[in-house]
Nanobody, 121 residues
Framework: VQLQASGGGLVQPGGSLRLSCIAS????????MGWYRQAPGKQRELVAA???????IYADSVKGRFTISRDNAKNTVSLQMNSLKPEDTAVFYC????????????????WGQGTQVTVSS
């Protein structure tokens, strides 16, 4: 399994970024997918996840600002991030093949390489 994440960068507070993760080596359409982030000195945390059927969950800190979506034809999961805050600064990772309930996502074994998001003026 390979997960290639992209789209990170430097953005001012209030700005937007769109992260994408292209998956290969898996039957993408049947897998739940997740986005995590890890800020310096902090544990990796779940940001958002999407089930094979399109159901979504979000961390409370990003609800209303971030949107996760998937394109099964392109084996891609995306994270649209709006109204970014300095506290969103982190390395963002995509994850494949986890198990998902209505309220949480348990990560699978496959991780992307991470993409840096920096929110700063």
């Amino acid at each position: 399994v390979q997960l290639q994440a992209s789209g990170g960068g430097l953005v001012q507070p209030g700005g937007s970024l769109r992260l994408s993760c292209i998956a290969s080596g898996i039957i993408f359409r049947i897998n739940a997918m997740g986005w995590y982030r890890q800020a310096p000195g902090k544990q990796r945390e779940l940001v958002a996840a999407i089930s094979s059927g399109g159901g979504t969950i979000y961390a409370d800190s990003v609800k209303g600002r971030f949107t996760i979506s998937r394109d099964n034809a392109k084996n891609t999961v995306s994270l649209q991030m709006n109204s970014l805050k300095p506290e969103d600064t982190a390395v963002f990772y995509c994850n494949a093949g986890g198990s998902m309930s209505s309220s949480t996502y348990y990560s699978g074994r496959s991780w992307g390489q991470g993409t840096q998001v920096t929110v700063s003026s």
